[in-house]
């Protein structure tokens, strides 16, 4: 029951990120905003929903400082981890991955930055409610540049809107209501799952429950990659590592505080920072990242994962 609890949050997060992905963007096509902004910021945002409803729900609950803070932290580093190497690697595999150095070095620093921030403030086991507004405020410093230099860029979305003004509402609201509830059940089944199989919540959190809300960002990287949009997955990717680095673990720590654990800034963090920089790196390179690249980022991901499966 508790695996199955588990599946149907998972299950819930996803369909109800289609869905307020799928209003938003109708919206943004209806608002006229640059495809550029569309990846970096409403699909980077609307794709990180279900890690911002899980770290919300967790502290509301007030069970922040218990060891929920797991579930919040794990799912928050474990999406990351998983779009920056299982999902770029994926659509790596599926064509040539380019980015503008100017693009690498400005939201790179961005990505980088926010992971040393995090990792600041955690080192004393725990990220205070003043810690995390400081998450919060650096994030709308990054999204703030961001819509200021949108100007610059030319790039239109294509296509006449496909839902009207009154369905792209409707979705919108739809689906921030089923991920809410999705969270609630997701956060529930992976404490449960922990408990039954004897596991730490810490790697329930960040194999399963953070791979499983990386769905939406599989979906849309693979997506755009498809319809020709591979630097908008790549925008959308490293929007939503930022966003996920500093806003759900940053809410949760408003709302209740959060203990972050010492496996976490020992492991995840550290690892963290390699493979983004190793991500980085590869896309200052003219060829960027084509299919040799991308089995080896996917190859130190699953590293990881069975580093952290035979540690549990």
């Known amino acids: 029951m508790n695996f199955l609890l588990l599946f149907l949050g998972l299950l819930g997060l996803w369909f109800g990120t289609e869905l307020t992905i799928r209003g938003a963007l109708s919206l943004s096509k209806r608002m006229g905003l640059s495809e550029f902004l ?13 890690e911002l409803a899980i770290a919300i729900d967790v502290g509301i609950k007030g069970i922040g400082n218990g060891g929920a803070s797991d579930v919040v932290v794990g799912s928050a580093l474990g999406s990351t981890l998983g779009q920056i190497g299982f999902v770029l690697g994926v659509a790596g595999l599926m064509a040539t991955l380019t980015l503008r150095k100017r693009t690498v070095f400005r939201h790179g620093l961005f990505l980088l930055g926010s992971i040393v921030l995090l990792g600041l403030f955690a080192m004393d086991g725990d990220i ?16 703030s540049l961001v819509i200021a230099d949108s100007a610059n860029y030319q790039y239109k979305v294509d296509g006449s809107p496909p839902d009207g003004l009154a369905l792209s509402i409707l979705l919108l609201l739809v689906g921030l209501v089923i ?24 790697v329930v959190a960040v194999l399963i429950v953070g791979l499983g809300t990386s769905l939406p960002e599989l979906s849309i990287s693979i997506a755009a990659v498809m319809k020709g949009r591979a630097r908008m997955s790549v925008g959308n990717l490293i929007g939503s590592n930022i966003f996920d680095t500093l806003v759900p673990i940053g809410a949760a720590a408003v709302i209740s505080g959060v203990n972050f654990s010492q496996d976490f800034l020992r492991v995840e963090l550290p690892f963290l920072f390699v493979l983004t920089t190793v991500v980085l790196l590869l896309f200052l390179r003219k060829l960027g990242i084509r299919k040799v690249e991308a089995v080896i980022v996917l190859a130190m991901y699953c590293g990881y994962a069975g580093f952290k499966i035979a540690g549990a």
């Open 179 to 202: 991920v809410t509830i999705s969270a609630d059940v997701t956060v529930e089944g992976a404490i449960n799952v922990a408990i039954s199989l004897g596991v730490s919540e810490a």
């Open 128 to 143: 205070t409610r003043g810690e995390g507004i400081v998450l919060i405020l650096f994030y709308v410093v990054y999204l």
């Open 38 to 50: 569309v990846g970096i910021v409403i699909l980077a945002v609307g794709s990180d929903l279900p």
